[in-house]
């Protein structure tokens, strides 16, 4: 089954704790990217990948961190999170001019 | 920047009735997408339109854009309970950057 999988789903840190969050898709897309979802806000994306080695900053990049070292995978990294950091996080795919397809999300909540 | 904008809000209808979601935009896009979220979890595509294409038609959805007004619709005809959800709208200035708006709460009561 084609699909986006973020893990963990839900997860609890303080302040200052790095954490990854991991996404893996298994549709061999080259695009991959981070959102984060926040109230009266909408999805705003953090950082964009076109293929392995290569990111972009999205439009809210501050305090995170990503890599492609692997098609299929993307890393999300807070070095540092803050309250502020405290959102719902998506991961989604694509290929060329494809729709996306997203992960099911990944609650964080720092205190 | 947030590009996209949904309106309304939120809207509650009766099952069977049409629902009708506005989106307004800002500057020049490649395509513009509808996407649907249920309760929190991931967005799923619903609909993809291109900058000349002024309509599309998917099942039960309708798309319309309008690039001199920057504003595409989506309705929803004879709405069911399970088409309660949150939709989305979002375009694409340039590729891979893609911007959302905040969202139609859609509520069908059966």
């Known amino acids: 089954e084609a699909q986006v999988t973020q893990n963990p789903r839900y997860l609890i840190t303080v302040t200052g704790k790095k954490l990854t969050v991991t996404c893996s898709q298994n549709?061999?897309?080259?695009?991959m990217s981070w959102y984060r979802q926040d109230p009266g806000l909408g999805l705003r994306q953090i950082y964009y990948s076109m293929n392995v080695e290569v990111t972009d900053k999205g439009d809210v990049p501050e305090g995170y961190k990503v890599s492609r070292k692997e098609k299929r995978n993307f890393p999300l990294i807070l070095e540092s999170p803050s309250p502020n950091q405290t959102s719902l996080y998506f991961c989604?795919?694509?290929?060329?001019?494809?729709?996306?397809?997203f992960g099911n999300g990944t609650r964080l909540t720092v205190t | 920047s947030q590009q996209g904008e949904e309106d309304p809000q939120a809207l509650s209808i009766q099952e069977g009735e049409n629902a009708t979601m506005n989106c307004s935009y800002k500057?020049?896009?490649?395509?513009l997408q509808w996407y649907r979220q249920n309760s929190g979890r991931g967005l799923v595509h619903l609909i993809l339109?291109?900058?000349?294409?002024r309509e599309k038609h998917s099942g039960r959805l309708r798309v319309t854009l309008d690039t001199s007004k920057k504003s595409s619709s989506l309705l929803i005809t004879a709405s069911r309970a399970a088409d309660t959800a949150s939709y989305f709208c979002?375009?694409?200035?340039?590729?891979?950057?893609?911007?959302f708006g905040s969202g139609t709460k859609l509520n069908v009561k059966p």
């Open positions: 500057t020049s896009i490649n395509n």
């Open positions: 979002a375009t694409d200035r340039k590729p891979h950057k893609f911007y």
């Open positions: 549709m061999n897309h080259e695009y």
């Open positions: 989604a795919s694509s290929q060329g001019a494809s729709p996306l397809h």
């Open positions: 339109i291109r900058s000349n294409e």
